[in-house]
């Protein structure tokens, strides 16, 4: 049996276009677009590549972004500076900082720092506590809630499911397993010390693996049937010298034997984050105006 591929790209374009349908809403209703803010210390490409994709949707969902680059050298003190003026600003629904970011700058003072109706990134302690409660109002991690948005197209209801994700970062893993609760999936949440990790997963429905290991995730790992939700990006060498490529976490020829349905990589859950993004904004920016979530978002 050959899975059914889960198309990422497809899904996000689907949403990014109702998504362009509230922001034309959101504009109508304010007399101003959202606004999602981008700032990006330094110049690592891999984040320059990022930063630019997210400002590029943006505009096309018919929002307004505001990109504020800084040098490598910037201090702690004049980032922090930066996202006072941003929470501030009134034109400004959702601020993204593109991590890593430099050494000098400790992270998790400048996430602190966000305010978090305008955390579109939901990385901030109020949105992850929020999410850890079962608030609907928390601003959730892009990836996870991407995830999950692929996850209910192809099934539908999850209630009652096997759901084992691996991996236990903010970002990706503890959000994801918080969200499948959510759905009244039973969650087991597996990492680096997790003992007989190929067993632990061959009981799971809904095998989220994000983990940031290339394929390490067999195809005899997974249960028959199963649905698969491959998060990792991994660059290794390429058929050809100096070539390289993308892969997931997940073997993708032999899962896809095994699997039910399954996402690419690329193609499957990377598409779905910048969506998200634009998402997140959408919903800061009419939590902020005060007007009701339309239907769908
Ligand atoms: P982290 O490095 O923060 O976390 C990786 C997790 O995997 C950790 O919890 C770690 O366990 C666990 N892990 C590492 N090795 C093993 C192992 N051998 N067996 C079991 N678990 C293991 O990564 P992120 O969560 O940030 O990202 C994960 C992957 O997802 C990466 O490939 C990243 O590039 C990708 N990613 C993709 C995105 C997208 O848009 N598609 C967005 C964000 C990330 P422990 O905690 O014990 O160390």
Redesign the pocket.
């Known amino acids: 049996m050959s899975a059914a591929l889960i198309d990422g790209r497809a899904a996000a374009d689907a949403l990014r276009r109702q998504l362009a349908i509230h922001a034309d809403f959101f504009r109508a209703s304010t007399g101003r677009p959202a606004g999602l803010a981008t700032v990006l210390v330094g110049e690592d490409p891999a984040s320059a590549v990022y930063v630019r994709s997210k400002i590029k949707a943006t505009e096309e969902a018919g929002m307004h972004g505001v990109h504020r680059p800084l040098p490598a050298d910037t201090s702690e003190a004049e980032l922090l500076a930066l996202v006072v003026e941003l929470n501030r600003d009134p034109g400004i629904d959702g601020i993204l900082v593109q991590l890593p970011l430099p050494a000098q700058i400790d992270a998790a003072r400048v996430i602190d720092s966000i305010d978090p109706g305008k955390d579109v990134d939901g990385f901030h302690v109020v949105n992850s506590g929020r999410l850890a409660i079962g608030d609907p109002t928390a601003l959730v991690p892009c990836?996870p809630l991407g995830c999950l948005h692929l996850l209910k197209e192809q099934l539908g209801s999850l209630s009652g499911a096997e759901a084992v994700v691996?991996?236990?970062?903010n970002?990706?893993?503890k959000p994801m397993a918080a969200l499948l609760l959510g759905e009244s999936c039973t969650v087991t949440i597996?990492?680096?010390?997790?003992r007989d990790?190929a067993e632990v997963c061959r009981r799971a429905d809904i095998l989220v693996a994000?983990?940031?290991?290339p394929e390490?995730v067999r195809g005899d790992w997974i249960k028959p049937g199963a649905t698969v939700i491959d998060?990792?990006?991994?660059r290794v060498p390429g058929a050809e010298p100096g070539k390289s490529r993308i892969v997931g976490?997940v073997a993708f020829a032999e899962a896809r034997e095994m699997a039910g349905a399954i996402t690419p990589v690329p193609g499957g859950?990377?598409p779905m984050?910048i969506a998200m993004l634009l998402r997140n904004t959408l919903v800061a920016a009419h939590r902020r105006a005060g007007l009701a979530l339309p239907k769908g978002l």
């Open positions: 990836t691996i991996g236990r970062s970002i990706v893993g597996a990492h680096s010390r997790t990790l994000a983990v940031g290991r390490m998060v990792g990006i991994n976490d859950v990377g984050t």
